[in-house]
């Protein structure tokens, strides 16, 4: 695999991130637009951090395609609404009442419960709002984008479904296939959807969109498992927020379940899997290549 055109891996992807956040910048209403508690309990949540990895997903799977790179940029904004309006419900006390996310008090633990829940209603309603304003996504493209991101988050296989078995899982024993389902749905599909979405919004054939859906299936899942392992392995400086909360909530994870060496060969191999899906792209695929390695080895 010839080496990068960008200098690093790491510098591309903050290149990224700034883009993305400018458009964010220009998409969310202000902080004292009124009521300006519910739009600085928003902009708490989307700016206090994050990789940004489904806005990046997006835009490279697109780019493979030749996408217009300012409506790539606006999808995955959308998508990291989407993405921060599950991060504020997953973290309030009725889910995993966490006081940390990204380094910083949650939404929740800052403006209150019941604004911390109208603030992740508030942003995935904008993000609909965002995908289905006239003249943005390419010709045509809205509706079947915004099928592709309602089924992702929904309950037949989706992240709220994922969710709910996650939540019924807790405590009992699990066997291997329902864990595969809960991560698969509560995290994968929503990945697995931000690839999609950028190569529909690039007018991908439906032979490369076939392709492009294995990679975010298998990256999807492996991301999950490694943050599995990072609960267990990793610190919480590090990662911004508690860790070993999985053990003391009893909840179904990959190292509990295969522990933590079979764990990490398991993510291995889907990442390896997910790379081979991209065969057909060679060097044109790299950076997705790259991303793929990037979220299994990374610290936080």
Not at 22 to 46: C, D, F, K, N, T
Not at 74 to 91: F, K, M, N, R, V
Not at 290 to 295: G, T
């Amino acid at each position: 695999m010839s080496a990068t055109p960008h200098d690093t891996l790491h510098q591309y992807l903050n290149e990224i991130r700034r883009q993305v956040d400018e458009e964010l910048e220009r998409l969310l209403p202000g902080a004292q637009e009124y009521p300006p508690s519910i739009h600085q309990a928003m902009r708490h949540s989307v700016f206090a951090g994050g990789k940004r990895l489904r806005p990046i997903l997006c835009l490279e799977s697109g780019r493979l395609f030749q996408g217009e790179e300012k409506s790539l940029v606006h999808l995955g904004c959308a998508l990291e609404l989407i993405h921060t309006y599950s991060l504020i419900h997953d973290d309030l006390p009725a889910l995993d009442n966490d006081d940390l996310r990204r380094g910083k008090p949650t939404c929740h633990r800052v403006y209150g419960e019941a604004t911390a829940i109208l603030a992740g209603d508030a942003l995935l309603t904008l993000a609909f709002e965002v995908l289905s304003a006239p003249g943005l996504l390419p010709e045509g493209r809205s509706p079947r984008i915004i099928h592709e991101l309602a089924h992702a988050i929904g309950t037949r296989g989706g992240m709220v479904g994922g969710q709910v078995v996650d939540l019924e899982a807790a405590g009992r024993q699990t066997d291997a296939a329902t864990l595969q389902y809960i991560h698969s749905a509560k995290t994968g599909a929503f990945i697995r959807a931000a690839v999609r979405c950028g190569a529909l919004g690039a007018h991908a054939p439906e032979e490369d969109l076939a392709r492009l859906t294995v990679y975010g299936a298998k990256i999807g899942l492996a991301f999950q498992i490694a943050d599995d392992l990072l609960d267990v392995t990793g610190s919480k400086e590090e990662l911004g927020k508690s860790v070993g909360k999985d053990g003391q909530q009893q909840k179904a994870t990959y190292p509990a379940i295969h522990g933590l060496e079979e764990s990490q060969r398991i993510a291995s191999q889907l990442v390896r899997e997910a790379c081979a899906a991209l065969e057909p792209y060679g060097d044109r695929a790299q950076t997705l290549h790259e991303i793929a390695h990037f979220l299994i080895t990374r610290k936080t």
